[in-house]
């Protein structure tokens, strides 16, 4: 017998068709749920991702940001708790905040601003880790925790509002590449196949502190808006608009540890990401 699958989203960032293709499949099953609100089911592995991962969406509504996160991590860790499950929680490279060290290992306790626009994210991820080991302190919940280090591809939101999706979708209208702040600020980018290896290896593995997993070719973004308007549409001109507030201004994961606990490193370059990303906006262009 298979896996049994059963996926549980509210939608307020993704869509019903980016898993169109499961749909009717015996072994999936997909539920309408926000994870604000208990979920009561019977399962053996939880990959907890839920929460608006894009700052302007995450920023929109910062209080329901903190209680996806907040709220959203205790009914999952209390769901693992039921059912002895195996919980995977979904961090980010944002707790690490705006970083003073460079680059960034799991041992770092960040650089985070609790009261900036960024806090509702940044610190909403930092209780759910929190969170995390205190279930499995007290309650012996077996937890699993990624920082998953800036992540795209296919099937993301054409309207996501990071910066990949947002130059490769403007590099194809022929529009601005929308550069923030004079573009010196760095990334380092990871496909997300790469991710998700990632985090099933994390997941049925024996370790249990925190993992970075992410891909250190790091680009500064004005660098990033040149390779990708070259690649794109040589054409598309380059704005520079005003800095964010809070914005991390550099930000490369350390890997060690993942590749020497899960055996773990990226596949992919940046760039072979970025051209199968751009195929995938130029097969949604009509609803572009
Ligand atoms: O993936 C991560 O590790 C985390 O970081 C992201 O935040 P950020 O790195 O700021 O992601 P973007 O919004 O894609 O911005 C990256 C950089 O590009 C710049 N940018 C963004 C968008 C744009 O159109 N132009 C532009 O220059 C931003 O100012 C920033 O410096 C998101 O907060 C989270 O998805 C995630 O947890």
Partial sequence: MGHFVIVADNFFTG????????IGHPNFELIRHDVVDPLMVEVDQIYHLACPASPPHYQHNPVKTIKT??????????LAK??????LLASTSEIYGDPEE?????TYWGHVNPIGIRACYDEGKRIAETLAYEYQRKDKVEVRVVRIF??????????????????????L???????????K??????YVHDLIDGMIKLMNSEYSQ????????EYTIGQFAEAIRDLVNPKATIADLPMPKDDPQRRKPDITRAKTEIGWEPRFSVMQGVEETVEYFKSIVDIL
């Fill in 82 to 87: 039921r059912t002895k499950a195996r919980i």
């Fill in 185 to 190: 600020q760095t990334r380092s980018f990871q």
């Fill in 150 to 171: 800036n992540t795209f591809g296919p099937r993301m939101n054409p309207e996501d509002g990071r910066v990949v999706s947002n130059f490769i979708v403007q590099a």
């Fill in 69 to 78: 996160s907040m709220m959203g991590t205790i009914n999952m860790l209390g």
């Fill in 210 to 217: 925190p993992v970075n997993v992410g891909n250190p070719e």
């Fill in 15 to 22: 869509f019903k068709r980016n898993v169109q293709h499961w």
């Fill in 173 to 183: 209208k022929g529009e601005q590449l929308t550069v923030y702040g004079g573009g």
């Fill in 102 to 106: 460079h680059p960034q290992k799991e």
